[in-house]
């Protein structure tokens, strides 16, 4: 009689441990547990086998063996996600294969400005590679301590930069792809012109895993700016602050290189739970601004936009109240303010989280529809919105009533999602701005998408997969 781990043969595992070899495949109950949790916790999960490939050809094995054997595969980066597309389910029976020790770079080309990396590379590790070679990654995330740049590419992570530099779809020129079957696609090429067919890569950029997994990516550098100046606006309103990034990106164009909307109850949260956070400005407003203008030429440029921007701002009345950092130290504490508004939001109980994009115009109207829509799901609830406001992504998360039972809210959270939604898709916007749709969105992506559009979704997962192992229920 043979044995079995959560409905995988022990034999079969063994066959995969040997691949990556004893040292690098995690199998006890405590060692295993990191791989299973994503940091919501919303979908804790069960596996019997983590693998931790060092190659492109020891992972083009196991997922030779996964095929053959029609073993379900999950891929991971840093396991920073958070639509549960990382994590395995709950009810066992797939491997997590960790791109972890996959971490090099490749290649790095100045001239080109391009770097070729390894996807279990870590995005602040990247940030340095760059900087020692005098280069920009403009990638930004709060998680860039510990996310990966495979995980960066499946989920086309987003961050504060994307106004300036775009998504990482945008940021990325080629891709090493091992295929569901094994097979390696190697298009790691350089180009920023090649008009020889389908682009295959960007099937891959934001697929979660669902196609293939990501072994290794060219990346585009840039010149590092000569000029930086952050400054923290007060405004009165979402039509003051779009007022206000209309003047920005007339005044400054491409050097507007971020525009972060904060409302006052995430500053609040950030300023009472984060030690050593200190109010940007004397008076509280009801919106805040983050404007960041970075200039290739000179910091007397970036200063001069700036002073620009913010006496237009101040003498037109749509800018309250405005300072602009007077260090580096303080510019990292503006930004630290914006980075810690997630986590700020934990102490205040249950949280209910939107991340939605509406074209940049309507912003101010899906913040006041969509009070209306929360009160009518929740009157005492509190709405916690900040986001890319520069190009039209905002984190629309709600947090229960003080003092309410975080589980009575919680069970709020579709008829929340629905009525925030629901306005969202009457502005021409998106339900998932930059996180991804894993097992969080999947069903509501499935019931709200145009047939036609999930039906050819549908025909590339069985093109390329025909086994259906790659990351099984999430996406699709």
Known sequence: MTSSVDGIDAALLDRFVAIVGAAHAVRGEAEIAPYLHEPRGLYPGRSPLVLKPASVEEVSRILALASETGTHIVPQGGNTGLVGAQVPHATGGEVVVSLSRLNRVRELDPLSNTVTVEAGMVLETLHQVADAADRLFPLSLASQGSCQIGGNLSSNAGGTAVLAYGNTRELCLGLEVVLPTGEVLDDLRKLKKDNTGYDLKDLFVGAEGTLGIITAAVLKLFPKPRGREVAWVGLNSPEDALALFGVATGRAGGS????????????????QYTPDAVAPLESPWPWNALV????GRSAEDASGLMEEILTEGLETGIAGDAVIAASLAQAHAFWSLRENLSDAQKP????????????????????????????SVSPQARVVCFGHMGDGNLHYNVSQPAGGDPKAFLDLYRAMNKAVHDIVRELGGSISAEHGIGQLKRDELLATAPPVATDLMRRIKAAFDPA?????????
């Not at 960041?292 to 200039?295: G, M, P, V």
């Not at 259906?468 to 699709?476: A, C, E, V, Y």
């Open 292 to 295: 960041e203008i970075s200039s």
């Open 348 to 375: 205040e109980g249950a949280s209910i989280k939107h991340d939605i994009s509406v074209p940049v115009v309507s912003i101010p109207a899906f913040i006041a529809r969509a009070a209306d829509a929360v009160a």
């Open 256 to 271: 507007l290189t971020a525009f972060e909307l904060v409302g006052r109850t995430p500053l609040d949260f950030v300023l």
């Open 468 to 476: 259906g192992i790659m990351n099984p229920g999430k996406l699709l």
